[in-house]
């Protein structure tokens, strides 16, 4: 059975870091371009980060650029967002997103807070 699913969310304080981790589960990550997402309430869900399967290029939406880094295992089993500088309004559910041709698989998502 094929899973993602991702951990590392928590309670953290403005300026802090946190290291967001999906796993695979009954699939390798290879060829699947891999992406970050997070839903805030009453937002809309928006596109972080995400890192090609074919390449390895990356790309970082605005908000998050100079502040997330995405990387990848070698054995392309897991893929992490390394989150630094986190502010209040980084407050969302994360989630991530492997797809591949027809194939899209999302997690279940990790609740990240930042409040001091």
């Known amino acids: 059975q094929v899973h993602l699913v991702e951990s590392g969310g928590g309670l953290v304080q403005p300026g802090g870091s946190l290291r967001l981790s999906c796993a695979a589960s009954?699939?390798?990550?290879?060829?699947?371009?891999i992406g970050w997402f997070r839903q805030a309430p009453g937002k809309e869900r928006e596109g972080l980060s995400c890192?090609?399967?074919?390449?390895?290029?990356?790309y970082y939406a605005g908000s998050v650029k100079d502040r997330f880094t995405i990387s990848r295992d070698n054995a392309w089993r897991t893929v992490y967002l390394q989150m630094n500088s986190l502010k209040p309004e980084d407050t969302a559910v994360y989630y991530c997103?492997?797809?591949?041709?027809?194939?899209?698989?999302w997690g279940q998502g990790t609740q990240v807070t930042v409040s001091s």
């Open positions: 997103n492997a797809a591949y041709q027809s194939l899209n698989y």
């Open positions: 009954g699939f390798t990550l290879n060829d699947y371009s």
């Open positions: 890192i090609s399967g074919s390449d390895g290029s990356t």
